[in-house]
Nanobody, 116 residues
Framework: QVQLVESGGGLVQAGGSLRLSCVVS????????MGWYRQAPGKQRDWVAT???????TYADSVKSRFTISRDNAKNTVYLQMNNLKPEDTGVYYC??????????WGQGTQVTVSS
């Protein structure tokens, strides 16, 4: 059974930084794309960033130039470095991955709270 475990969330002041990690285990197939999503209270879950197996990255406009997604394929781990955090970045951050059969898996989420 595929499991995704996120870590690194917490409470930070505006302008601060956090680094999220997501470790994937239990997959019988190679992991292809890896991404991060977030959900603010009372709002829908939104896409934040994605990285392909080869390292090509894409970002939502709201986080471009502040967030950096990266991955370590040997460790089946994806990271999200978040700099210059703003109160509107507050929410639960979820890791999502796709295997080579295009099956998607979600993590349980990690809370990020940015105080003003």
């Amino acid at each position: 059974q595929v499991q995704l475990v996120e870590s690194g969330g917490g409470l930070v002041q505006a302008g601060g930084s956090l680094r999220l990690s997501c470790v994937v285990s239990g997959s019988s197939y190679s992991i292809n794309d890896m991404g991060w999503y977030r959900q603010a209270p009372g709002k829908q879950r939104d896409w934040v960033a994605t990285t392909t197996y080869g390292g090509t990255t894409t970002y939502a406009d709201s986080v471009k130039s502040r967030f950096t997604i990266s991955r370590d394929n040997a460790k089946n781990t994806v990271y999200l470095q978040m700099n210059n955090l703003k109160p509107e970045d507050t929410g639960v951050y979820y890791c999502k991955v796709w295997d080579v059969l295009s099956r998607a898996y979600w993590g349980q989420g990690t809370q990020v709270t940015v105080s003003s």
